[in-house]
């Protein structure tokens, strides 16, 4: 991903960063994907070695209802 920023300052001190609509929409993404990871990670962490159930298992068990 490539941003093109746009710094504003204040008396001498960068102040404000200015993106475009697209960047900030796709920094804002990979933040959100970045979360996921962060939780999947803290679900299997927490998960530890508990037994697991293949999905097409699961899905067998809800087809055959």
Do not use: N
Not at 17 to 35: C, G, M, P, R, T
Not at 43 to 63: M, N, P
């Amino acid at each position: 991903m490539k941003i093109h920023p746009q710094v504003l300052e204040k008396e001498g001190k960068k102040e404000f960063v200015v993106l475009s609509y697209e960047e900030f929409l796709a920094i804002k993404e990979a933040l959100e994907d970045l979360e996921d990871l962060k939780d999947l990670g803290e679900a299997k962490a927490e998960a530890g070695t508990d037994a697991t159930v293949k999905l097409s298992d699961v899905r067998g068990e809800l087809l055959s209802d």
